[in-house]
């Protein structure tokens, strides 16, 4: 699927033979996301690589990339939260799912 091609992108890229662009290597990430059968491990992993993304400069306000900038603001609006370990009954154990933030 999507991660199959992420890789194949990303050993062509370090080959010298392939531009590697936000709309490339996001999509395995924003699946996991927008997953509701993703637990809170996978969506907070999924959510910090996306954040870095962006404070590292890869996904920006440049027009080019306002396309991927939707599929994340789409991807983080799918994201469903169940209380758990970091919400009102974290004492009772349990996890929550997209608790990156």
Request: with cysteine; glycine share 14%.
């Amino acid at each position: 699927g999507r991660l199959r091609r992420l890789t194949d992108v990303l050993n062509a890229h370090a080959c010298g033979r392939a531009p590697v662009t936000p709309a490339l290597y996001l999509p395995p990430f924003l699946d996991v996301i927008a997953s509701p059968r993703a637990d809170g491990v996978a969506t907070g992993a999924a959510l910090g690589a996306v954040h870095k993304f962006v404070l590292y400069g890869f996904l920006s306000d440049d027009p080019a990339d306002a396309g991927s900038v939707r599929d994340c603001a789409a991807a983080i609006r799918a994201c469903t939260f169940e209380e758990g370990l970091y919400g009102p009954g974290a004492a009772k154990g349990g996890g929550r799912r997209g608790s990156f933030f």
